[in-house]
């Protein structure tokens, strides 16, 4: 069983539309991180979320963390080709610098 | 300033070969991951140093697998001998940890290495 839950799996759109994908757990986190991965490249982190029902917002990115601390979403407002990618989240676990990433969530947005 | 340094990015091997990743951490980063990302298991932790030191190898799927970190600049994961199912792209990552509550630093990936063993 995957501690993360990400989805849609995949998600094709096209450039102007708005988008929202989900990372869902049954465990509470103290943090979450968003990190975006392209093609050929390392993840790269978009944001952390520390609060319960923070929002944080990066350019047309907005992410939110649970009241719970158990989930996040991050939405898209008028996607764009240069979005495209893999979205993954990820947290720590018992305090330690460990992080367990979820498996992702694959965008392409057509021009 | 330089990222996180990786080679080879590519390697194709045959079964039963030795395999060594390298890694070169940020300057100043006192923490190291190596992971592995493959489509059906996604992006797993196989082991993480802190100051050199091993803390946490529970990711390292076999004794084929080993890893070392001989001073701060540089870090190496080697597969002896490789089989098939090791096919995957390799990452490493490096760390500033404050040790602070939450636990909210970043990790700095590299490039990664694809690793083919046919």
């Known amino acids: 069983t995957q501690l993360l839950e990400q989805s849609p799996q995949f998600l094709s759109i096209q450039e102007g539309e708005n988008l929202t994908v989900y990372c869902n757990s049954s465990?509470?986190?103290?943090?979450l991180q968003w990190y975006r991965q392209e093609p050929g490249e390392g993840p790269v982190l978009l944001v952390t979320?520390?609060?319960?029902?923070e929002v944080k917002k990066l350019k047309r990115l907005t992410f939110q963390f649970g009241d719970a601390r158990k989930d996040s979403s991050l939405h898209i407002t008028a996607a764009q080709p240069g979005d495209t990618g893999l979205y993954l989240c990820a947290v720590t676990q018992g305090g330690s610098e460990k992080l367990v990433f979820g498996k992702g969530t694959k965008l392409t947005v057509n021009p | 300033d330089a990222g996180v340094i990786q080679s080879p990015r590519h390697e194709v091997t045959e079964m039963g070969q030795e395999v060594t990743l390298r890694c070169k951490p940020i300057?100043?980063?006192?923490?190291l991951f190596w992971y592995r990302q493959t489509m059906m298991r996604g992006l797993e932790l196989l082991i993480y140093f802190n100051n050199n030191v091993p803390i946490d190898d529970s990711g390292m799927p076999e004794d084929r697998f080993s890893a070392k970190m001989p001073n701060a600049s540089f870090s190496t994961l080697k597969i002896q001998p490789s089989e098939p199912r090791d096919s995957a792209v390799y990452f490493c990552?490096?760390?500033?940890?404050?040790?602070?509550?939450?636990?909210?630093?970043?990790?700095?990936f590299g490039p990664g290495t694809r690793l083919t063993v046919l």
């Open positions: 990552a490096s760390s500033l940890v404050r040790q602070t509550p939450p636990n909210t630093d970043t990790q700095y």
């Open positions: 300057s100043g980063h006192n923490s």
């Open positions: 465990s509470v986190f103290s943090s």
């Open positions: 979320v520390v609060t319960g029902g």
